[in-house]
């Protein structure tokens, strides 16, 4: 039984690693959207795991946030910006693929090396937990990076805090978890809006956050 | 329970906010939020005289105390300047009354969400709260909507979320050292329980928690590798907010990265969080001292200027020992009041002279002596001139240093004369020598700068002795 669960988490942890660097190499923003929502989708699978192994009733509710407000609502709300302002093209990227995989890389075995020599002590499952979590975490720092356009980038930023989820559900007998998790729906919730409200397209004709730096630093 | 003055403190701007987002009208609005934010200091005050028994969420000790009645009396006078400051912005038609009820509504909610961040005795509800505190300073960068407001506003959400996501990161990791000890629920996230055992936790842990929190926390305070949201937050927005931001928020995320050195103090096998914060202090001072040279927006140039001071700030806290957490202390204090008041005089600058351009602002003293007078005297205090009270703080975090590791003190001394001189070169141009640029009427409220400036300028010549007690007893309980 413990084996069981312990595999079924580390498989499902490691997927959305996985997933992670899927995200990296895409260059189309709709294919972006489709591997950002199984990101979510596996976060859900996991957090739901989490919750039956742990006997925690209330991650079941963190795992049906990530189910329904991240795999589908924000991935169909920010299709439909896309559609509007009319931007889905190329993403320009900062790095090409090969050495945005290769720094990816990187940055999971550092995410491993120095969570694994940390929590020697701690219990297996979790150890292994927030090894991927924050994993995942730098993916999603490092997507945000080499990404330039702003729905690229909030996509980085959601898959960052998915690793956070799955750092805080994987801390057993964490309290706040799902209050946290409503915490961060909301405010991805106004990003998307304030994309969506700013009109970043209209006002600035693109969402290449290159062209706002235009007038980055002295504007006067 | 009625009269419990922690409840009190949230409730007051929490209940304030909704109603404020109800109400029309500027007048009565901008009163209500002033008279409100007043009720909240009282409250604050009366802390000091009965401290109600510490729960499982909220908890006042000497060291939040200060922070508390610092950051509801600022909320206090900034509010006083909102109201003449707002009431200027409406008739040039540059804020609609729509947004104003949203501005007075996120303001009461700002000041809920500061309060909250203070009080609480468990990390993760201090998180939630820095969280709320971030999202409505957002909003309110953004309230001109203008493209160069909008973009402050994007920018400081992007690298805002980044630094709190950062932030909870070592969150989640203190509570997985605290586990073991201290057992499994929401007891190992309590503030007050995780200092009472934090000898026993697992050191490696702790230390990564640190590293998470400082990067994230140290986002929210600016440090300088970290601080490229600050400048343009505090140009883009209502000058009040950047009052607050300066004065206030930057405060409340250092109070949360002191809360976690704490922690590490007391655990012997766990790094010694001083030498990183003294770093990155040094690095932000020595830098923000040099952009001072070439700000040519007068928002901006102070802007940096918190950097500059945060880092002096971060610097002391980072050496640690009761003389240097004192001098920290006093210098956040003093900075607060002083960086506020400065706003106060910038915001009125600018409604006079139509522009934030420093090109285009000339012998102010001239044309509004008060104000450039009024602005004269800020900038002498925050450059750290003698009698004012920065310059006592200065004076003491120098000199704790020099006795400790000279080397360290150079490079302080140095940050601090390069900023010192970059400050009067653009102060000369603005208040002396020909008068510049239009120069319309405003209905200003002096009060709040004369407010701020008497008491550094007392502080400068006299500390009460309580005080000192006071701050002598916090310094001693930040280790």
Known sequence: MHTLTFDVAHLLA?????????????????????????????????????????????????????????????????????????????????VGVGTAMLLGMGLVALAMVVMLRVTAEADPLAREDLAFALSVVLLGLLMMVTRRNAVSQVVGFMSLENGLVLAATGAKGMPFVVEISVAFSILIAFIVIGIFLFRIRERFDTVDLHALDQSRGERL | MSFDPVVLVLLIPALAGLILATLPGYRLTAGINVLVALATFLVALSL???????????????????????????????????????????????????????????YQLLMFAMNLALIANNIGLMWVAIELA???????????????????????????????????????LVYMAARPVIGEGPEAMVWTSLIARAAEFDPALLNLAFVFLLLGYGTKVGLAPLHAWLPDAHAEGPTPISAVLSGLLLNVALYALLRFKMLLAVNPASLAPGPLMVTLGLISLVFAAFMLYRRRDIKRMFAYSSIEHMGIITFAFGMGGPLANFAGLLHMTMHSLTKSAIFFAVGHIAQVKGTQRIADMGGLTVTNPVLGWGLVLGVVAIAGLPPLGIFTSEFLVVTSTFARSPWLAMVLVFGLIVGLAALFLRLNGIAFGEPRGPSARTQASYLPMFAHLALVFIAGIYLPPALVGWFQNVAKLLG
């Open chain 1, 14 to 94: 490691g997927s959305l690693v996985l997933v992670s660097f899927m995200q990296l190499y895409q260059d189309r923003l709709y294919a972006l959207l489709n591997v950002y929502a199984l990101h979510a989708l596996v976060l859900a699978l996991s957090v739901a795991w989490q919750a039956y192994a742990q006997n925690a009733p209330h991650l079941f509710v963190t795992a049906a946030i990530a189910l329904i407000f991240k795999a589908i609502i924000i991935p169909i709300a920010l299709h439909r910006i896309i559609v509007r302002l009319g931007i889905h093209r190329e993403i320009e990227k900062v």
């Open chain 2, 48 to 106: 000091f005289f009965g401290r109600p028994q510490r729960s499982a969420y909220f908890h006042v000790d000497d060291l939040n105390n200060v922070f508390i009645v610092l950051t509801t009396f600022v909320g206090f006078t900034t509010s006083v300047f909102s109201a003449s400051y707002i009431g200027h912005e409406l008739e040039t038609g540059r804020l609609t009354p729509t947004f104003l009820r949203f501005y007075h509504a996120m």
């Open chain 2, 134 to 172: 971030t999202l409505t300073t957002v909003l309110m960068v953004g309230i001109y909507r203008t493209p160069e407001a909008l973009e402050a506003a994007w920018k400081y959400f992007i690298l805002g979320s980044v630094g709190i996501a950062l932030a909870l990161f070592g969150t989640i």
